[in-house]
């Protein structure tokens, strides 16, 4: 025996109102995932940091932990690293979202991901949608803007490396870059560019 058309729409509806409900309820109860320490690796050198420890910093400007011994053997003053740890991007949800969808962003994501990925899974298959989600859920966290301590809270990952070789690597090619660009504004054949004699 079939059911009639209105009370199976009616049965769909509240099967529907029911699976949403539990899914809402067991977000609430079972916590998002989100980033408690950041690895910094180097072939078999590990260090990490807690992001308790980071946050704390960028709040207070005071280090504390190994995160207070790294920076006073760097030279490195407290209140710049929390400066850093705040600085806040203002960026569209929807419009991130997209942007980092087309072919562009793929790109620009997939080199991020060769440097920062959860711990000891490097593969694109994992780290890309982990920095898409870090993104997005921490745009949406912080109504808009994303700094660093948000985009590890929603790092959906209990431990996101960084790797210390790549990110140098990128390092050296921006200064390379910036170098470059410097020697090219600052050439003394500025004479030629401006079509002096």
């Given at each position: 025996m079939r059911l009639s058309t209105p009370k199976r729409s009616r049965r769909r509806a509240l099967l529907a109102l029911a699976t949403g409900l539990g899914l809402s309820i067991s977000s609430l109860i079972v916590p998002a995932q989100a980033a408690k320490e950041v690895a910094f690796v180097s072939g078999a050198f590990k260090r990490s940091i807690s992001v308790a420890d980071l946050a704390y910093l960028?709040?207070?400007?005071?280090?504390?932990?190994?995160?207070?011994?790294?920076?006073?053997?760097?030279?490195?003053?407290?209140?710049?690293?929390?400066?850093?740890?705040?600085?806040?991007?203002?960026?569209?949800?929807?419009?991130?979202?997209?942007?980092?969808?087309?072919?562009?962003?793929?790109?620009?994501?997939?080199?991020?991901?060769?440097?920062?990925?959860?711990?000891?899974?490097?593969?694109?298959?994992?780290?890309?949608?982990?920095?898409?989600?870090?993104?997005?859920?921490?745009?949406?966290?912080?109504?808009g803007g994303l700094d660093a301590i948000r985009f590890l809270e929603a790092y959906p990952a209990e431990v996101m490396e960084v790797n210390i070789p790549a990110l140098m690597a990128v390092v050296q090619k921006a200064e390379s870059i910036a170098g470059l660009v410097k020697f090219f504004s600052e050439s003394p054949l500025d004479g030629l560019k401006n079509g002096d004699s």
């Open positions: 960028a709040e207070t400007g005071k280090a504390r932990g190994l995160l207070a011994d790294i920076l006073k053997l760097g030279r490195q003053d407290p209140a710049d690293v929390a400066k850093l740890l705040n600085q806040k991007l203002d960026l569209p949800l929807v419009l991130t979202s997209r942007l980092m969808s087309t072919r562009i962003g793929d790109v620009i994501i997939r080199r991020v991901a060769t440097i920062i990925y959860p711990l000891k899974v490097p593969a694109p298959s994992v780290s890309v949608p982990a920095i898409r989600a870090g993104v997005i859920n921490g745009l949406q966290m912080g109504s």
